[in-house]
C-alpha cells in the first residue's frame, strides 16, 4: 500500500507563507490525480486542492483559491502545497492522498500541523 509523508508544517504568522510537501512510496504514483486536505480540531476533513496526474488540471476549494497553490513533481514523487496570506481558519492539520479515499483507508499520514496565529 501506498505510504504518504507530509511534512513542511509550522507556526506562522498571519499573513506569512508556508509550503507543505507529501511523498509518496508508490511508483506509479505519476498516474494518479493527488489532493490536499485538512481537518481543524472539532472538524471533519475538508478538500483543500487538488491536482490531475500531468499537472495541467488544478481544482481550489473556495476558501483558498487564489491563495493556495498545488503543484506535483513526478519525478519525485512529491506534491506541494504553497500556502500564502495565511489566516487563523487556515489553523489546521494537513493531509495528502488521492481524491476519494475514505477516511479508513490506511493509506492516510499522519499529516503535517500548520498553526496560523500571532
Known amino acids: 500500500q501506498v505510504q504518504l509523508v507530509e511534512s513542511g508544517g509550522g507556526l506562522v504568522q498571519p499573513g506569512g507563507s508556508l509550503r507543505l510537501s507529501c511523498a509518496a512510496s508508490?511508483?506509479?504514483?505519476?498516474?494518479?490525480?493527488m489532493g490536499w486536505y485538512r481537518q481543524a480540531p472539532g472538524m471533519e476533513r475538508e478538500f483543500v486542492a487538488a491536482?490531475?496526474?500531468?499537472?495541467?488540471?488544478?481544482y481550489y476549494a473556495h476558501s483558498v483559491k487564489g491563495r493556495f497553490t498545488i503543484s506535483r513533481d513526478n519525478a519525485k514523487n512529491t506534491v506541494y502545497l504553497q500556502m500564502n496570506s495565511l489566516k487563523p481558519e487556515d489553523t489546521a492539520i494537513y493531509y495528502c492522498?488521492?481524491?476519494?479515499?475514505?477516511?479508513?483507508?490506511?493509506?492516510w499520514g499522519q499529516g503535517t500541523q500548520v498553526t496560523v496565529s500571532s
Open positions: 491536482i490531475s496526474w500531468s499537472g495541467g488540471s488544478t
Open positions: 508508490d511508483r506509479t504514483f505519476s498516474s494518479y490525480d
Open positions: 492522498n488521492r481524491p476519494g479515499v475514505g477516511a479508513g483507508d490506511g493509506s
